[in-house]
């Protein structure tokens, strides 16, 4: 049961962290429409940016799912479900803000220097969060195990 909590305490702590960054970028793509240069935005600029719009919604909304199961959750004696099933969402809400971090710089860089850079920025920031993400953690496991094995 110590695990568990422990488990559950360093979600709590990976949550904070998304929370506040999501919040953030919600916040910026929620005022870009009352700019003056929204109405110049292409019908594919505008259809990427709600897209954006719903998925920073969505991610809102799968942090908030945790928040809410551990509400329903709350002394009932099945932290492990709890705990198992806000992993899984934790790493579907990763994906998806990652996603959203490349749409939203390949936005950018489409609206200030046109449609090619903003791919080609979308494209190199996926590789670097792919690296950043899953290789370096990836790489830094093994050589732990690795090291583990020979001790």
């Known amino acids: ?3 568990i909590d422990r488990n559950w305490t360093d979600i709590l702590q990976e949550l904070r962290v998304l929370q ?3 919040q953030i970028l919600t916040g ?3 005022t870009l429409p009352f ?10 600029q505008v259809l990427i940016y709600l897209c954006l719009v719903v998925l920073s919604v969505l991610i809102t909304a799968l942090i908030m799912s ?3 199961m551990h509400r329903t959750f709350f002394q009932r004696r099945i932290k492990p479900e709890l705990v198992r099933n806000s992993d ?5 809400t990763i994906m998806l803000v990652g996603l959203t971090l490349i749409g939203t710089l390949g936005l950018v860089f489409d609206l200030v220097l046109g449609s090619g850079k903003g791919a080609i920025a979308g494209v190199g920031f996926a590789v670097i969060l792919i690296f950043l ?3 370096l953690p990836f790489g830094i496991r093994r050589r732990a195990l690795l090291h583990r094995r020979r001790r």
């Open 35 to 44: 700019q003056p240069r929204f109405s110049d935005l292409s019908r594919t």
């Open 1 to 3: 049961m110590e695990r």
């Open 133 to 135: 993400w899953v290789v």
């Open 66 to 68: 945790m928040v809410v």
């Open 20 to 22: 506040t960054g999501i």
């Open 88 to 92: 899984i969402l934790l790493r579907v």
């Open 28 to 30: 910026f793509l929620l």
